[in-house]
């Protein structure tokens, strides 16, 4: 039996939903498949050589891989070139925009010199958890498109098909510029601040920052540390809604979606923002899932 890894990251859960759906499908197809979840230290890391599909899957962060990606990409053991490995890449972001396709330039780079070579990527759409809340309409929009489309593009992962991303004028310039978000994004999360008449101590916070950057003294008071990758799973998941973000307290999302939404169309007053970009990813994701149907009732 042919087996799998992906390499995954994931902030509040929407990356990971992703990467459930391929698992699903993998293994529907016959493929076993190990979702490798990344937490500071790499505990237990597997060898890429041991699988037979490799895939590393991301929330973009500024337009970039989050650095804890990069620091993967840095630990993978060196292979020859003669004996390259290939790869795929699953990512996810609030928005569709073409600059999100530079988001990997960085990782791809790191990986290249180390004897791995990308052959497909894929962009999934799902709710924000920072710049605004979107409506739990427009998240289940996002969420019922992502499970039609990701095993249709998975079953391709599969057959090795070529799926890269087109480039940006400048991208590689773009992302190097936008990179200083990983040490600012360092420096604000030590400034993050707890409403401890919010706080009821659960210290989930604690539990689930992926890079033990949170810790609670005996006096009970929250510590932050210097390693924040911004990812904002403390601040989302507070039952409370205690945590306070630092310099972008103003962007904060709190709570999860209702991704199951089937009531009526909600009022978006951010209807307006990005709207012909997520026009045409809905348009696109529609015709490749109608194409794909198609094909499956000739078959």
């Given at each position: 039996m042919k087996n799998a890894v992906i390499y995954?990251?994931?902030?509040t859960g929407n990356t990971k939903k992703i990467c459930e759906l391929y698992k699903r499908e993998f293994e529907a197809q016959g493929v076993q498949t190990s979702l490798y979840e990344l937490k500071?230290?790499?505990?237990?890391?597997?060898?890429?050589?041991?699988?037979?599909?490799v895939g590393f899957a991301y929330?973009?962060?500024g337009f970039n891989a989050p650095h804890i990606m990069l620091d993967l990409a840095r630990a993978l053991p060196k292979r020859e070139k003669e004996d390259e490995k290939e790869y795929f890449v699953i990512k996810s972001s609030g928005e569709p925009l073409k600059t999100n396709n530079i988001s990997s330039y960085k990782m791809r780079g790191i990986l290249r010199r180390r004897g791995y070579r990308q052959y497909a990527e894929y962009h999934y759409v799902m709710p924000y958890n920072?710049?605004?809340?979107?409506?739990d309409s427009m998240a289940t929009k996002m969420w019922d498109t992502a499970k039609e489309l990701a095993p249709i593009e998975a079953r391709e992962v599969l057959e090795k098909t070529p799926h890269m991303l087109k480039g940006v004028p400048f991208g590689h310039f773009i992302a190097w510029l936008l990179r200083i978000e990983q040490p600012a994004m360092r420096v604000n999360g030590k400034m993050f601040k707890v409403d401890y008449d919010k706080c009821i101590g659960c210290d989930r916070c604690v539990n689930v920052c992926p890079m033990s950057n949170i810790t609670r003294g005996e006096d009970g008071k929250?510590?932050?540390?210097?390693?924040?990758?911004?990812?904002?799973?403390?601040?989302?998941?507070?039952?409370?809604?205690a945590i306070s973000i630092a310099m972008l307290n103003g962007w904060r999302v709190n709570g999860r979606y209702d991704l199951d939404y089937r009531g009526e169309e909600q009022p978006?007053?951010?209807?307006?923002?990005?709207k012909k970009a997520y026009a045409r990813y809905f348009a696109a994701a529609e015709q490749k899932i109608r194409c794909?149907?198609?094909n499956n009732d000739v078959k």
């Amino acid at each position: 039996m042919k087996n799998a890894v992906i390499y995954m990251f994931s902030g509040t859960g929407n990356t990971k939903k992703i990467c459930e759906l391929y698992k699903r499908e993998f293994e529907a197809q016959g493929v076993q498949t190990s979702l490798y979840e990344l937490k500071a230290g790499f505990e237990d890391l597997p060898d890429p050589a041991d699988f037979d599909f490799v895939g590393f899957a991301y929330p973009i962060h500024g337009f970039n891989a989050p650095h804890i990606m990069l620091d993967l990409a840095r630990a993978l053991p060196k292979r020859e070139k003669e004996d390259e490995k290939e790869y795929f890449v699953i990512k996810s972001s609030g928005e569709p925009l073409k600059t999100n396709n530079i988001s990997s330039y960085k990782m791809r780079g790191i990986l290249r010199r180390r004897g791995y070579r990308q052959y497909a990527e894929y962009h999934y759409v799902m709710p924000y958890n920072m710049i605004f809340r979107h409506t739990d309409s427009m998240a289940t929009k996002m969420w019922d498109t992502a499970k039609e489309l990701a095993p249709i593009e998975a079953r391709e992962v599969l057959e090795k098909t070529p799926h890269m991303l087109k480039g940006v004028p400048f991208g590689h310039f773009i992302a190097w510029l936008l990179r200083i978000e990983q040490p600012a994004m360092r420096v604000n999360g030590k400034m993050f601040k707890v409403d401890y008449d919010k706080c009821i101590g659960c210290d989930r916070c604690v539990n689930v920052c992926p890079m033990s950057n949170i810790t609670r003294g005996e006096d009970g008071k929250f510590k932050f540390a210097g390693n924040c990758l911004m990812c904002a799973r403390c601040s989302f998941g507070c039952p409370r809604d205690a945590i306070s973000i630092a310099m972008l307290n103003g962007w904060r999302v709190n709570g999860r979606y209702d991704l199951d939404y089937r009531g009526e169309e909600q009022p978006d007053k951010h209807a307006w923002y990005c709207k012909k970009a997520y026009a045409r990813y809905f348009a696109a994701a529609e015709q490749k899932i109608r194409c794909a149907n198609a094909n499956n009732d000739v078959k």
